[in-house]
């Protein structure tokens, strides 16, 4: 292990802020961080061994007790499910013998649950040692049973297990452009840098990643700090249940991603930029180095770019599985080696980001339109859009579709056409914006997507009437409560008390005073969380609470105050041992 491990640093040139690279390396070739890694990272790294063992719980992707060399993680987002994932899941256990959040005796192989993917056009899906395998069914599974039991390393695995498809289906401004390489640097530079800034004003450019934030001057504050050293980092960790169009355009549109992070760079005057992937994207993380090494190859990476004298590189760098890290503070943190806690703020990144210096955080569909707004110009991009939302949207589209995948749509567009474009029928309610955003019901499809009504990261997730509105509310709930970062107390307790209250309903043990406790409950975390997490958690309860009272009064057994559980099935391994069954050894609830 010695040898590894200090081969391991050498390789990353014993930097701190690549511990997540080093753990991850670690994890995929011990199948775990073994106390004497840990150790020996401490010593030769400087970093206590509290801090490394800190990083290496706080990401689900790393674990202190060996998992299977065959590591299958199956996605547990509400799409996934509605796609029978649970019934998979049993399938797969059975198969392969292993039981669920276990790993097999002969540590062949460990089996567990993971947040949403992003995968949800494909689902359902799982991951296998990291690696996506999207559309799961049983003749998948049998055949996946089949290859572990061959002991065949996974790059021998058929290539057809781990396709993952780009669906397409409504292009617009943005992806009907061409860009050819360079073409965005060579136009700004023909400009002037202060001219092409100028230009993402007009086009009211404002940020793709959900808060909407005015690109031009967030890109204008961080040039205007006086520090000599700043960052450029591409938000690309996209782990909002229901959103994936950030990994079709980082399939299929790296080269326009490439450009928007060395456009900024020039008018931030920043050379060092950073690709923050999300580790469930693992599967991109070849290809996209392949592309940053065409660049460099090309002269539009590195240094002199297109001969001008330009200096900018980009690294990448993995997540471990942890939805809070896509939150822009907490994501500097995991960047420079730490776990994923959101700072305080202000200080904003555009004045102290990474290192502390001045860092523009933005999502991959920001960088992108901006490359084209450098050529286009900014009238081009604001002929689209509203007063307050210019421009287009990309949207990642799942659920109840026959058509999910990816739709530009520009903004201002009413929820009913976005509908009619997927061939959605007999829709119930469309979650706008992921389980952090809004949850609308069929009443509002005249409502539009933008800023000023509905805004979204992407998330565009459609339910039918066959829906169980408390089971897709239940899931979201149980998705925040497992991410949160638990650095504050409203959201560490408050996540979890809001989970636990959903289920008492969703099994019919609710009380009226139970739905009182959940708005109280909701309020609280919204008022009084330390980031937009726990702030958001409490939405998917609040907004179908609104929509659909009736739903949760059914639920309602009893009137005033009722036990968390079914205290008859309790008593049931107390009637085993006292051999027992007869009536006097059974309880009525009020209620039943
Ligand atoms: C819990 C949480 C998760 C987030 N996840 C993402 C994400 O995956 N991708 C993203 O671009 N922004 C995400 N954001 C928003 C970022 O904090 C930040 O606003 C965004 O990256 C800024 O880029 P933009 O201006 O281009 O939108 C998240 C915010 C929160 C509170
Ligand atoms: S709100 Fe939740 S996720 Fe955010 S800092 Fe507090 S505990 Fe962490």
Redesign the pocket.
């Known amino acids: 292990m010695n040898d590894f491990i200090v081969q391991l640093l050498e390789a990353n040139g014993y930097r701190k802020t690549r511990l997540l690279a080093i753990l991850r390396a670690i994890q995929a070739t011990y199948f775990h961080i073994p106390k004497e890694a840990i150790t020996l990272l401490s010593r030769l790294l400087g970093l206590p061994v509290s801090h490394i063992i800190s990083v290496v719980d706080f990401y689900s992707f790393f674990h202190s007790t060996p998992r299977g060399q065959y590591d299958i993680l199956f996605s547990d987002s509400i799409t996934d499910h509605m796609q029978d994932k649970q019934n998979l899941m049993n399938y797969f256990s059975h198969q392969c013998q292993v039981g669920i959040g276990q790993v097999r005796k002969d540590g062949r192989v460990s089996l567990d649950n993971t947040a949403c993917t992003g995968m949800c056009d494909q689902g359902p899906a799982a991951l296998i040692n990291g690696y996506a395998v999207p559309r799961l069914d049983r003749p998948k599974i049998d055949l996946i049973a089949k290859l572990i039991e061959q002991e065949l390393p996974l790059a021998e695995w058929p290539e057809t297990i781990f396709q993952v498809d780009d669906l397409i289906w409504k292009t617009g401004l943005l992806l009907n452009s061409r860009l050819e390489p360079g073409e965005s640097l060579l136009a700004a530079d023909a400009r002037g840098l202060n001219a092409t800034l100028n230009e993402i004003d007009q086009s009211k450019l ?8 005015k ?1 031009a001057l ?1 890109w204008r504050l961080c040039a205007s700090e006086p520090e000599q050293e700043r960052f450029v980092v591409c ?6 249940p229901g ?1 994936f169009k ?1 990994r079709v355009l980082l399939n299929r549109y790296a080269d326009w991603l490439i450009e928007g992070m060395t456009l900024a760079s020039l008018l931030i005057k920043s050379q060092q930029g950073f690709l923050y992937l ?1 580790g469930e994207y693992l599967h991109l993380f070849e290809p996209l180095q392949a592309k940053l090494a065409e660049r460099r190859r090309n002269g539009l990476l590195g240094d002199n770019i297109l001969g001008k004298g330009w200096s900018f590189d980009i690294e990448i760098c993995l997540g471990a599985g942890s ?9 500097i943190e995991s960047l420079e080696g730490r776990s994923g806690i ?1 700072r305080n703020r202000p200080p904003y990144p555009v004045t102290e980001g990474y290192l502390n210096k001045p860092t523009i ?7 992108i339109a901006a490359a084209h707004i450098a050529i286009q110009g900014g009238n081009w991009f604001a002929a689209q859009g509203t007063e307050q939302s210019s421009g287009t949207k990309i949207l990642s589209i799942s659920g109840d579709t026959p058509q999910p995948g990816i739709y530009e749509v520009p903004f201002g567009t009413p929820i009913s056409a976005i509908l009619e474009d997927c061939l959605a029928e007999d829709v119930l309610g469309v979650q706008v914006g992921g389980p ?1 955003g809004t949850f609308i019901s069929n009443r509002e499809f005249h409502r539009r997507l933008a800023f000023e009504d509905l805004p979204s ?1 992407g998330s565009f997730i459609i339910f039918n009437r066959q829906r169980d509105i408390l089971e897709i509310v239940r899931n979201f709930t149980h998705f925040f409560a497992d ?1 949160s970062c638990g650095f504050c107390t409203p959201c560490r307790v408050g996540t979890i008390l809001l989970s636990e209250q959903i289920d008492k309903l969703y099994d019919g043990y609710g009380s009226v005073g139970d739905i009182v406790a959940l708005q109280e409950l909701g309020h609280l975390l919204k008022t009084n969380s330390h ?3 726990g ?2 958690a409490a939405n998917p309860m609040l907004n179908t609470l609104a929509r659909y009272p009736a739903i949760y009064q059914s639920k309602i057994k009893f009137p005033h105050f009722g036990p968390g559980f079914n205290l008859d099935e309790a008593l049931q391994a107390a009637r085993k041992i006292a051999h027992r069954d007869d009536s006097e050894a059974h309880l009525s609830q009020s209620g039943d």
């Not at 404002?206 to 934030?213: H, M, T």
């Not at 938000?235 to 909002?240: K, L, M, T």
């Not at 939805?323 to 994501?331: N, R, T």
């Open positions: 404002r940020g793709r990643g959900g808060a909407g934030f690109t967030k938000n690309a960790d996209e782990g909002e959103t950030d999300r939805y809070i890290c896509g939150e822009e503070s907490a994501l959101a955080v933005d999502n991959v569909e920001t960088f952090s990261g991410e980031c937009g997490l702030q958001t």
